[in-house]
């Protein structure tokens, strides 16, 4: 269901409101049919009582009296008239007109034949009584407990009624009468303006109120994915609501565990490299005592990449930590003096372009994230290495671009992890370290940059830095 | 004469072999574990460098290489077995002379020993190592091997250029010959050299904004360069 909300705040607001909507439309058309039953039953009652009080008045008249009077009570909604004789055929004979009889019967409270002719039926509202009912019983009432309802009409209300009714003197009283259209004909706008008020109240402050609890664990999933980048990141704000708060402390003790760990191991690691430096430095002034020969010098070798390493691993552990101060850094002479070191060993670089201000920088740490990457040019590619300077608002970024092999695509990620090397064929003479990324990148992070892999246009590999100008 | 040498090391063995390596160059080689046979050694022999580890049990090698500057001009190599930026830069500021990694290779060590001992046999004045440069606008930092200019902005220099142009400013207002100038390069980390002095004094040249009327570097004709700059030493 793609109409449904994915979020939290979404869903629960969504929930509420539907419940709410729910809850109100099924009480409001509770309280509706109650009103309109009662109405029609008022209705019904008064149908009844009135045309039970003319017959009354009628029939004790004085039969000169009679005409004036029948004048006098042709009011609407009801209509009489004595001059109809009594109809033989067409008495209806239903439950709803025995039962209006009877109601009828009971005003007068002496039998009188009765008989309907016509009745109409309001089709609309099905279910609603006209007859019967506490309110239209007061005398039931008084003779004793009729339940409610034993009277009730049980079909839909009339809206127009035809009778007639046999006075005991022999006369015959025809009447009609209208029920009047209900009054409240409006109830459905002014229910659904209130139902509107209360909706969009309630939404509004279950909106707030749901918000305020999602934002917590809004917070706590950024810190989460923050969290893989930098394990340095402020503890998040224990607050919320219980559950929510409880995660929150979860999460930073998390982190402070998961933080130790990966100290501990830095640690270790840094150890074992120390340790390392002094039987190398051994091994290196005893070998001075060898003469010189192939073995020496490979052996030479061999402690020059172990060092190498040592220092790597060292410069890795220290590449995220900014221990270095940070200047007001002219790149352009930077990048050339790093240019210029670099042709000592034998790289071929172009220059391109050029920053239009100093940056806020590390030196020595962004000159080794810098050589790192040239080396990698010239190790794994050509000497022929393009390195560009381009910027915008608040980036500057540095391109180091290579006609080499290049790299798979899904490659271009992993290399960047410690101690990967991309082809494991290749030995360590010519595979460095494997650290030599994760460095550049550590680095590149540390300035609050970043540095990723792509493929060159053309062939190649891009090698792109991009540093904050702030 | 022999030169005296004091390797201040907690590493026995380390200590042995930079004996034995050291004397076979000819150093006269005195040995001590930490700061209390330090100072014994320095008491009964006139010293004339100390090599002196960083990491050190009991008194630290930061803080014995304070209060041996402090009352002395003795020169110090700080053995840095961490390679820690932050500890190098320290060392330089509590007053050694030069530092060295470890694992070093021995040549190195022995490189820095000989020019360290040139310099102290050059100007026995030395005192605290000088960290900076400060000539017209610019401030050569001698640690971090760059410029800063003006505004505090700092303009690096490739490794060649910084050892050329600490050449002319360890030398102001003197002319300097090519030949001399080639010297200076290739006197500490060997390798062939192959860019001209002409190239890099035109480059070192565009790093200080040179302009031509009033050159900070002039060139003497078929003499060589010098900086016309009063230069100021900090330490």
Sequence with gaps: ?470 | MEKKILVVDDDPELRQLLHEYLGGWGYSVLLASDGVQMREQLEHHTVDLVILDLMLPGEDGLSLCRNLRAQSSLPILMLTASGDELNRIIGLEMGADDYIHKPFIPRELLARVKNILRRSGDNSAAGAPVKALHFANWILDLNAHHLIDANGVVVSLSSGEFRLLKALADRPQRVLSRDQLLEIFSGREAGPFDRTIDVMISRLRRRLGDDSEEPLIKTVRNEGYMLAANVERHT
């Excluded at chain 1, 590449?319 to 003096?337: I, M, W």
């Excluded at chain 1, 080396?375 to 000497?383: I, Q």
């Excluded at chain 1, 990620?413 to 290749?426: H, Q, W």
């Design chain 1, 1 to 470: 269901m793609k109409i449904l909300p994915r979020t939290l705040f979404g869903q629960i607001l969504l929930a509420l409101l539907a419940g709410l909507i729910a809850a109100q439309t099924v009480g409001f058309w509770l309280m509706l049919d109650d009103r309109v039953r009662l109405g029609e039953r008022l209705r019904g009652t008064y149908t009844a009582q009135r045309v039970a009080g003319f017959i009354s008045l009628i029939e004790h008249a004085h039969p000169d009296e009679r005409d004036r009077l029948l004048h006098a009570l042709n009011i609407p909604p009801t209509s009489l008239t004595l001059d109809e004789p009594w109809h033989v055929a067409g008495s209806i004979d239903t439950a709803d007109t025995r039962a209006f009889i009877a109601h009828v019967q009971k005003e007068l409270r002496e039998p009188l034949t009765m008989q309907v002719l016509s009745i109409r039926h309001n089709s609309q509202r099905a279910k609603a009584l006209v007859f019967g009912g506490r309110h239209a019983q007061p005398v039931a009432d008084e003779e004793g407990d009729t339940p409610i309802g034993e009277h009730d009409y049980p079909g839909p209300p009339i809206v127009f009624l035809l009778g007639q009714a046999k006075l005991p003197d022999g006369a015959v009283l025809t009447f009609r009468h209208t029920i009047p259209r209900p009054p409240n004909v409006d109830w459905p706008l002014r229910l659904g303006v209130l139902l509107l008020v209360l909706v969009v109240s309630v939404a509004l402050l279950a909106g707030w109120a749901v918000r305020r609890l999602t934002r917590p664990l809004a917070s706590l999933a950024d810190a989460a994915s923050g969290l893989a980048r930098n394990l340095e990141q402020p503890p998040l704000p224990e607050t919320g609501p219980l559950e929510v708060a409880r995660a929150a402390q979860a999460f930073n003790s998390m982190q402070r565990d998961l933080k130790r760990y990966v100290e501990t191991r830095a640690q270790a690691l840094a150890a074992v490299s120390h340790d390392l430096r002094l039987p190398i430095t051994r091994l290196r002034l005893r070998m001075e005592k060898l003469a010189d020969s192939e073995l020496k010098s490979k052996m030479e070798h061999d402690l020059a990449e172990m060092d190498d390493m040592i220092g790597g691993t060292l410069a890795f552990l220290r590449a995220g930590t900014n221990q270095e101060k940070a200047v007001r850094l002219d790149l352009n002479a930077f990048l050339e003096s790093v240019n210029e070191d670099m042709l000592a060993v034998g790289a071929n670089i172009r220059l391109h372009g050029e920053a239009s201000q100093p940056i806020l920088a590390r030196p020595q740490a962004l000159r080794r994230c810098l050589v790192n990457l040239l080396d990698n040019a010239r190790r794994y590619a050509s000497a022929d290495i393009d390195m560009s300077v381009s910027e915008t608002n608040d980036h500057l970024t540095i391109r180091i671009e290579d006609r080499g092999a290049g790299m798979p695509l899904e490659e271009m990620e992993r290399v960047f992890e410690p101690y990967v090397r991309l082809e494991s064929s290749r030995a360590r003479h010519t595979g460095g370290t494997g650290l030599g990324l994760a460095i550049a990148r550590a680095i590149a992070r540390a300035h609050g940059g970043d540095l990723v892999l792509t493929a060159r246009a053309g062939g190649g590999l891009s090698a792109i830095l991009t540093l904050p100008k702030q």
